[in-house]
């Protein structure tokens, strides 16, 4: 009787400090070590369509060229429409940057010849790093292969492999590729990639890291041990990234569309916000034991720049 009337004399402690005292102290936040290893970094890039995106696109890599990424890559336009851009694209940064490039190559809507005519152009210029995709429809159809193609992105890397000894990537799908069967059809279809001769994978983006260090254990636990790089997506256009999202089945939070509510006229207070954003989720990462990532740039390399700076990565000295 005596305790049950003691208890009921202390007072309540206010919601915050309730929390304060029963919650999880720092949420996972990272405390960056002194002696943290700054990160293998690369970057994403798509090919330009017109003189002036040309020019954005060159003043992109010339921005991020001093932080000696790992490799840079260039995407290849839906059903193979930028293969001449790709192409030209990723000479120029062969012959004119320090960079080392990575061409995306799709197979959907073409026959093997003709994707192995691609890469042995890729690898006469000089080219050795290819980022092999299967592809989707343009239009957004059902997907059907081609009768003499290669039918997924396994059979694609197996057939570069037997073009030439390529260093090849492959997509991974930490919320599951949509169209696939169920999310342990889509590891097999991972480890089947790997399998075939690639050696790493970037993942599609993603807003809760959990979902990505979840994707980790399981590709683990599938005997998957090739590196699984978490693609990360800036966001300061929040519509964009909806619809985007909805297509390639990717979880936009709630919270991230609490953040842009409000200011989808204010560029410059939707940039920030997206730094913010991108900055919280690779800190989390990185303390998380991350220590390689890749940047969809969008062919913009502020955010990108200050992401990896807060990660640790400086600009180098030119040699
Ligand atoms: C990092 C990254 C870069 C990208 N770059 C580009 C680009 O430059 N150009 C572009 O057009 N697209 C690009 N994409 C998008 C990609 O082409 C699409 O997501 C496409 O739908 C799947 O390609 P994939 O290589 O993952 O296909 P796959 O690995 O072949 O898988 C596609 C689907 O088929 C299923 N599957 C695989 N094998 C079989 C089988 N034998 N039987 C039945 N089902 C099977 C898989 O589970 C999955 O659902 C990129 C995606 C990522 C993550």
Redo the contacts with the bound molecule.
């Keep these: 009787m005596a305790t049950v009337s003691i208890m009921n004399s202390i007072p309540r402690p206010s919601a915050t400090l309730a929390r304060w005292l029963t919650g999880p102290r720092f949420a996972g936040m990272p405390e960056r070590a002194a002696d943290l290893a700054p990160p293998a970094l690369s970057f994403e890039f798509f090919p330009p369509r017109t003189e002036a995106l040309e020019q954005q696109l060159w003043a992109c890599i010339r921005r991020l060229e001093p932080l000696a990424p790992r490799f840079v890559s260039v995407?290849?336009?839906?059903g193979g429409t930028t293969q001449a851009r790709t192409h030209a694209t990723v000479a120029r940064i062969v012959a004119d940057t320090a960079l080392t490039p990575a061409a995306?190559l799709?197979c959907v809507g073409a026959s093997r010849g003709e994707v192995d005519d691609v890469a042995r152009q890729y690898w006469d210029a000089g080219i050795r790093h290819i980022?092999a995709?299967?592809?989707?429809v343009p239009g957004a159809g059902d997907y059907v292969p081609h009768p003499d193609g290669y039918?997924?992105?396994?059979d694609l890397v197996a057939g570069l492999k037997r073009v030439a000894d390529f260093e090849i990537s492959?997509?991974?799908?930490p919320e599951v590729?949509p169209?696939?069967?169920n999310p342990l059809?889509?590891l097999d279809?991972l480890k089947r990639?790997l399998d075939a001769g690639a050696t790493r994978a970037?993942?599609?983006y993603f807003f809760e890291n959990a979902t990505f260090l979840r994707f980790l254990d399981l590709a683990l636990a599938a005997g998957i041990t090739a590196p699984i790089v978490p693609?990360i997506m800036p966001v300061s256009n929040y519509a964009q990234i909806v619809k985007f999202s909805a297509i390639?089945g990717v979880r936009v939070p709630e919270w991230l569309g609490r953040f842009f509510e409000g200011v989808e006229d204010e560029m410059e207070t939707r940039r920030m916000l997206a730094a913010v954003v991108a900055a919280e989720q690779v800190r989390t990462l990185q303390a998380n034991g991350i220590d390689e990532f890749h940047f969809y740039t969008l062919n913009r390399p502020e955010l990108t720049y200050a992401i990896a700076h807060i990660l640790g990565v400086r600009p180098k000295a030119a040699t």
């Design positions: 995407t290849y336009g839906a995306h799709t980022v995709l299967r592809g989707d039918a997924y992105a396994a492959v997509a991974a799908y590729h169209t696939a069967a059809a889509d279809n990639k970037i993942t599609n693609g390639s």
